[in-house]
């Protein structure tokens, strides 16, 4: 055994209670760093579940804001959403547009609109169900209905595979009046039109 050796040995016997608490300094700093670095890991491994779950890898929101904090647009959203589609590395871009909606009478809720691209947009999966076929309506072979909540359902029409209008409901807490957003698609999913109405109850 060398000098150096022995001499670090003594030095730590000599002074039983200040090697104790040296081993159990390092020993706590080690556990702390590592849990760290574990709960680092975690929430990356999490946060990149959630992204693929939804669709996306990258959001792009307005400066200083996070996704649908407020009602900031973009500018020139169609030629940013046209270059970054041009890009090959690129497999798809989603743009949706978020606003909040205050509809008539002082009872009524607020309502959260979210405008998508149905054909490539990753916010929402739908887990299970199928589209009920309609007959009578040329325009339409089938529709899809989703409760969102007891007092608002959205409804989903298609033809032949492809959607076509999609209608969100709200009804009044004292069941009174009825909210309807139309939202029309043409054939590359894109909203070519929006219609707001509202239905009374008659006394």
């Known amino acids: 055994m060398s000098m150096r050796t022995t001499l ?7 002074h039983p209670a200040r090697t104790m608490l040296a081993v159990l ?4 700093a080690a556990a702390l ?3 760290m670095v574990m709960l680092a890991t975690g929430m990356s491994e999490s946060f990149r ?5 939804r669709g996306y890898q990258l959001r792009v929101s307005p400066k200083g804001t996070l996704p649908f904090d407020s009602e900031a647009t973009i500018d020139g959203a169609t030629a940013i959403v046209q270059a970054l589609r041009a890009n090959p590395d690129i497999k798809a871009v989603s743009p949706s547009l978020g606003t909040t909606l ?3 009478g002082q009872t009524f809720p607020s309502v959260f609109t979210l405008g998508l691209e149905s054909d490539v947009q990753g916010d929402y999966v739908l887990e299970a169900g199928r ?9 339409q072979t089938h529709a899809a209905v989703r409760t969102v909540s007891p007092l608002i359902n959205e409804i989903v029409n298609s033809s032949h595979g492809r959607v076509t209008q ?3 409901n709200v009804l009044s ?5 009825l909210a309807v957003i139309y939202l029309r698609e043409d054939v590359a999913g894109k909203t070519t039109g929006v219609t707001f109405a509202t239905y009374v109850r008659m006394p």
């Open 49 to 53: 579940s959630l992204l693929l779950t």
């Open 173 to 177: 807490p004292d069941h009174s009046t």
């Open 25 to 28: 300094g390092i020993a706590v």
């Open 33 to 35: 760093l590592l849990d």
């Open 102 to 104: 205050a509809l008539p």
């Open 131 to 139: 589209d009920m076929p309609v007959t009578g309506n040329a325009n």
């Open 166 to 168: 999609r209608l969100t």
């Open 8 to 14: 670090a040995l003594a030095t730590l016997r000599r």
